[in-house]
């Protein structure tokens, strides 16, 4: 009967290292998507007896492995999902080899790694110094984060104070596209899902009507708002006018959040000015394991002043410190050390090199617009505003072409509606997506 003590762990190391030089190396052949995947029967079974450590990544290997989708391979392209860089993948595999509880600070270092790394991203960002925040396991729990923040104003404007009392204020939320995980925070806030006030968008845009918005701000006047501002929404990689959302709080009082779940990077793109004004918000939503290419899951929550967060996610006993811990500023109580990918990855390619992964991509994005619109059978549904490349067509059945592209393995790109229509979506965030590959896939899939 195999434990732990018994587990040969410089043989393990040897194997995954044999495997992870050899996955790398085959990246370009893996099966981009796997939708018929079914795993063996057997391997879902609880075992009387273990088979040890070895025999079990051997199994994974065997049985498991090879029904996994290649989404950080150059094939895939789908929803908006980054790739893994060799640094945040070392990053990675040494995070459990200390397995450090990261939501204390007072018996290590982890507290101030997690800190010092917000900074850094700060710096990357071109963001001020005093917003504050936490990691958190990707955009919706950090999304959960910022409108917690939001919610605790919103019961200081009407005298309550919600994180104690648990009263329930009136609050509206307003934006133009709002992405799912706002109405999924919203509800586990109790703010309830039906308080999301769909705002008109511009014509053709996801982007939301400045004008609609102001009217729309004058109706809500009775209770706490919220405004969710979009920096690159998933369907068409738009974003909203964020310094004319900016300047409408020197009219009305609102908590500002911005969703830049992805887009926020665009504030790596030289003389991009999309991100104008967005460091007025008072809570920010980035998600690191999209274009900051760290493994999943990794998320950031910014809050303007974030001295607010222990009020909310604060930790009462006696055998806690009394001073706030990174535990005391989201979610999660233990976690694993999520700081020491993105550190590694900051550190290992600079501001310089992760601006040249992020102008990649959007050249990358050009480029297969250009190639699969060439022929004229598949068009744009929407300009290429970022990274994000919105296909329809009028003479095949775009989804079914996407269906037979994902079941081929050559490429996956995600299915979605836009504006009644059927459309394919390539988001281009992985560093290592070979656009004219997956044009051609794309293409050879066409009626």
Not at 97 to 121: C, K, R, V
Not at 174 to 199: C, F, N, Y
Not at 416 to 439: H, K, Y
Request: aromatic share 6%; charged share 15%.
């Amino acid at each position: 009967m195999p434990t732990p003590h018994e587990d040969p762990l410089l043989e393990l190391a040897d194997v995954l290292a044999s495997e992870l030089t050899s996955q790398w190396a085959e990246l370009a052949g893996r099966s981009a998507a796997r939708p018929d995947a079914q795993l063996p029967e057997a391997t879902m079974h609880l075992p009387d007896s273990g088979v040890g450590a070895r025999q079990a990544v051997t199994d994974f290997l065997d049985h498991i492995a090879p029904n996994l989708n290649g989404g950080v391979g150059p094939h895939y392209a789908g929803y908006v999902t980054g790739g893994v860089t060799p640094a945040a993948l070392a990053g990675d595999w040494l995070t459990p080899i200390f397995d450090t509880n990261a939501g204390f600070a007072t018996d290590g270092a982890a507290g101030q790694l997690e800190s010092g790394t917000i900074s850094m991203l700060l710096e990357l960002l071109s963001l001020p110094a005093e917003f504050g925040g936490t990691l958190t396991a990707g955009a919706t729990s950090a999304t959960t984060v910022g409108l917690a923040a939001a919610r605790q104003w919103a019961g200081h404007r009407f005298g309550v104070d919600v994180a104690q009392s648990g009263a329930a204020v009136p609050i509206s939320v307003l934006s133009g596209t709002a992405h799912a995980s706002v109405a999924k925070s919203m509800a586990i806030l109790g703010i309830g899902r039906q308080q999301l006030v769909p705002v008109p968008c511009l014509p053709n845009r996801e982007a939301v009507d400045i004008a609609a918005l102001r009217t729309t701000l004058s109706k809500h006047q009775d209770s706490a708002v919220i405004v969710v501002a979009n920096a690159g929404t998933v369907i068409t990689g738009d974003t909203d006018d964020l310094a004319e959302i900016a300047a409408l709080r020197d009219e009305f009082n609102f908590w500002l959040h911005v969703d830049a779940a992805f887009g926020g990077f665009a504030a790596l793109l030289p003389d991009d000015t999309r991100l104008s004004r967005w460091q007025r918000a008072d809570s920010i939503t980035v998600d690191l394991h999209k274009w900051l290419n760290v493994p999943y899951d990794s998320g950031l929550a910014l809050i303007r002043n974030a001295a607010v967060l222990p009020e909310i996610f604060g930790n009462v006993g006696s055998y806690l410190a009394n001073e706030p811990q990174p535990m005391d500023l989201g979610l999660d109580n233990s976690r694993r050390l999520r700081a020491l990918p993105i550190w590694l990855s900051l550190q290992a390619y600079g501001r310089a090199g992760i601006s040249g992964m992020i102008q990649e991509s959007v050249a990358a994005a050009s480029t297969f617009a250009q190639q699969v619109t060439a022929d004229g059978r598949l068009q744009l549904a929407a300009p290429v505003r970022l990274n994000v490349v919105t296909l329809s067509s009028t003479s095949t059945d775009i989804h079914a072409a996407g269906e037979r592209l994902a079941k081929s393995g050559a490429g996956f790109l995600s299915p979605a509606t836009w504006q009644s229509r059927p459309v394919l979506r390539g988001a281009f965030v992985n560093w290592r997506t070979d656009p004219a590959a997956l044009a051609t896939a794309l293409l050879s899939q066409l009626n």
